[in-house]
């Protein structure tokens, strides 16, 4: 995360960059500079979370109490002292950062199944070392903390761009986290997390002014800095050699510096020497091996200026734009420097940004007046027709586009230029997000869809060897809906309802899911149809016309997916006439009595008491089971945002519902053959009602053909204190092992890879698992 090498080097080679501050301490003089202003803390969430789960348990599905009340508790330290905390979470991935997004899932695999191996080996949770969130914590944390009274925001592209913005337009006195990208960004001041002392205040600021001044570069180079070391969009192999070279002709490495440390002073040092000399003169491209990857350093450094700043570093003709999803950047001349600047302007905040005229051009553009606006607005020739064409100006970036006239509807619609058809199509404007689209043709269902293009930066990307997918962006008609949904989203209300609906692809990342048990389905299997019926309720479900069937891209992880691309999933019917089963046909009835016995026992319990509870031993299954538990109760929380909430979503809240270790505890009871009575902890009174719950949830199955049977045949049943269990107990298994019938989750339907690796992939349409 951040900028390679970064981190470790501001803490061996640099030290004096980090300062002990206290937050009281600078909230106090923040109150005397600003009267009347609150001193507000923004706050990257998706990096606190790893930090914020101090309970000791973590492997069973998530101590939600616990951690509540660890929340409550660093929220209540801030308040108390007067500061405000502003929360903010990863809303979406960005395309040009989803490379990044599937390196660290892939690399999570790695992680959860040398957890399962040792959980295997030990019969025991591994130790902190070995620490992996629980699934859905972020999901949860922001519910949480809304909760709790807190404001909490959810990105619309990647949150540091977002906390950093905020941070410095706010005024804030400064960002929480744990990401060098912090350190980049010219923005408010850069606190670590790792580093706070919950009970004294103290933490660690990280001072990008000292970084510069150890490395004799200026703010605006960090940014050319981070891209030549490598970061989340530029591959750190990328300019590998560039970095040895200077290296090489670096004069003051230090021996007691490790080699990374060396590195980074030397490719300052030749930023510093070598580059600012010529900086204004030369192009970026003439002074640094970009070769074919010109476009994306480019995009790199860009991705780092904030609404309104600029970059000396870009030195291009004013007719190049560089797109990043909506953010415009633009080129245009520094009135002190007299060179050509690069500007970032993002609609979001208002910015406005102007063209000026390349000294070495010497062309001028025509320009006619807006009757609107009553400014000017360029003109340009249309190559093809040798005339004038008038541009329209978009009221966020105020940049000139070509108009282009429908020939059926007569209306007038802005151009934009595709760099490979080498030729200019016709553009629609999204009445949300202020996102310039060309209209362009799905090849696959002959369809007109909006198509984001990136004419400034459309390039492939090196390190990427598959093939390029068209980006199909599934867009809702509706704008009143599509506004609803997005301030839902950015206020974090609800969940994926804005990411389906405007984009039309979701992602989830890795769940402690065993890859070399399949006797349970992965999360992502289980729980699809009731997301296929989520997509028809949204987008439609193409019955009136079979061709028009929107898919969903889904990037999901679960074992044996190498998230080379996303799954198309179509969506699926609502059944209005009964209710949805998700046959999870592997579901024992050892794991039934543990669910509902935990649910149950969970109501009575206080939060020191479930902390205090102690297990025999870490069963993998119970794990897993564990996990898919509360990954369904992110799917509820997704049905009740797509549904326009019939339900509290307090209802769906796991410290209400859930906890890890108790779970865990009725399951091992369960697996040994106890009774219901041990499990209920001897409470006659809850009896009734476990059998009621138990009775729908088989009854439920039955109407599937399908039986929940016992895995406890030919084992000794432990009677504990009341006896075994009576008829009631549907214990009717021959007492074969279920491992077999586990195997057809990912051999069948929706994630058969080994009998069709590519179709299923492309389109997935069945409602359950068999082809």
């Given amino acids: 995360m951040g900028v390679r090498g970064l981190q470790g080097f501001v803490g061996s080679t640099c030290p004096h960059i980090c300062t002990v501050v206290n937050f009281k301490e600078l909230a106090e003089n923040h109150r005397s500079k600003h009267p009347g202003c609150t001193p507000t803390i923004v ?85 902190r070392n070995m620490f992996f969130i629980p699934s859905g914590l972020a999901i949860f944390t922001r519910f949480a903390l809304k909760t709790l009274g807190q404001e909490t925001l959810c990105s619309l592209r990647e949150a540091d761009y977002e906390v950093a913005s905020y941070g410095l337009q706010n005024n804030c006195l400064g960002i929480l986290g744990e990401d060098t990208d912090y350190l980049i960004y010219d923005t408010s001041p850069y606190f670590s997390i790792s580093e706070l002392c919950l009970e004294s205040l103290n933490t660690i600021m990280l001072c990008r002014e000292k970084l510069c001044e150890s490395l004799n570069l200026k703010l605006a180079d960090l940014p050319l800095l981070a891209c030549l070391l490598g970061n989340d969009i530029i591959p750190e192999g990328m300019f590998e050699s560039f970095r040895y070279k200077c290296l090489s002709s670096y004069t003051s490495a230090k021996e007691n510096f490790d080699k990374k440390g060396n590195i980074i002073l030397a490719v300052a040092d030749h930023i510093s020497k070598v580059l600012h000399l010529h900086q204004g003169e030369k192009k970026l491209e003439e002074m640094l091996p970009l070769g074919p990857n010109k476009a994306l350093f480019y995009k790199g450094v860009a991705s780092y200026l904030l609404p309104g700043q600029k970059s000396p570093w870009f030195f291009q003709k004013p007719k190049d734009v560089i797109t990043l999803d909506k953010q415009v950047v633009s080129m245009c001349t520094d009135p002190e ?31 006619c007046t807006d009757p609107e606006s009553k400014q000017e607005v360029p003109m340009c020739t249309d190559p093809e027709s040798k005339q004038e064409v008038p541009m329209c100006t978009d009221p966020e970036s105020k940049k000139g586009t070509p108009i282009y006239t429908h020939p059926e509807s007569k209306h007038e619609v802005p151009m934009c230029a595709d760099p490979e058809l080498k030729q200019e199509v016709p553009m629609c404007t999204h009445p949300e997000i202020k996102q310039k689209l060309p209209i ?172 205090d509870l102690q297990l025999d ?64 902890e001897q409470n006659r009174s809850q009896l009734t009602r476990f059998h009621n ?7 439920a199955c039955m109407k599937e053909n399908r039986r929940i049977v016992s895995r406890q045949h030919g084992r000794s049943h432990h009677s504990g204190r009341w006896g075994r269990e009576g008829s009631g107990s549907h214990r009717t298994s021959s007492g074969h092992s279920r491992s077999g019938q586990g195997q057809h989750w990912r051999d069948q339907g929706p994630g058969s890879r080994p009998r069709e690796p590519d179709q299923w992939r492309r389109c997935s349409s069945s409602s359950g698992w068999s082809n």
């Fill in 693 to 699: 719950l138990k009775s729908v949830v088989c009854k």
């Fill in 337 to 367: 420097s007299k060179q050509e600047v690069l500007m970032c302007t993002d609609p979001e905040y208002k910015q406005e940004v102007s063209m000026c005229t390349h000294p070495e051009s010497k062309q001028g553009v025509p320009m």
């Fill in 43 to 127: 706050v990257d969430a998706m990096c606190c979370l790893r930090y914020w789960y101090t309970p000791e348990s973590w492997i069973c599905g998530g101590q939600w109490r616990e951690y509540f009340s660890a929340l409550r508790e660093f929220v209540t330290t801030f308040t108390t002292v007067g500061i405000k905390l502003i929360f903010f979470f990863d809303g979406m991935v960005e395309q040009h950062k989803r490379d990044e997004w599937v390196k660290r899932r892939l690399k999570n695999n790695r992680e959860i199944s040398r957890i399962f191996h040792y959980i295997k080996s030990h019969k025991e949770q591994p130790g």
């Fill in 440 to 611: 362009g043709t799905d090849p696959e269902f002959k369809l007109e869809s909006p198509m984001c293009t990136n004419p400034g930066i459309k390039q492939e990307d090196p390190m990427n060897l598959e093939p390029e997918i068209k980006q199909q962006v599934t867009m809702v008609s509706d704008p009143e809906i599509l506004k609803v949904a997005q301030a839902q989203h950015v206020q974090g209300e609800s969940y994926l309802v804005y990411n389906i609906m405007s984009s039309g692809e979701i992602e989830c990342s890795n769940t402690l899911e065993d890859a070399l048990d399949q006797a349970l389905p992965s999360q992502a299997f289980a729980y699809r149809p009731v997301r296929q019926r989520v997509y028809a309720l949204l987008l439609g479900d193409g019955r009136d016309d079979s061709s028009s069937c929107p898919t969903v891209k889904e990037w999901f992880v679960y074992s044996g997916n190498p998230l080379k691309h996303p799954d198309l999933v179509r969506p699926l019917p609502m059944n209005l006439a009964g209710t949805d089963s998700l046959d999870v046909d592997t579901l024992c009835l050892e794991d039934l009595h543990a669910f509902i016995a935990q649910a149950l026992c969970l109501q009575g319990k206080s939060t020191l008491q479930l902390a």
């Fill in 617 to 680: 031993y870490v069963d993998p299954r119970a794990v897993q089971l564990g996990s898919l538990l509360v990954r369904g109760l992110t799917t509820l929380v997704l049905v009740n945002s797509a549904c326009g909430f019939p339900w509290r979503m307090s209802d769906f809240m796991p410290w209400n519902v859930f906890d890890g270790k108790l779970f865990h505890q009725k399951y091992l009871l369960s697996e040994k053959g106890y009774a219901v009575e041990v499990l209920l």
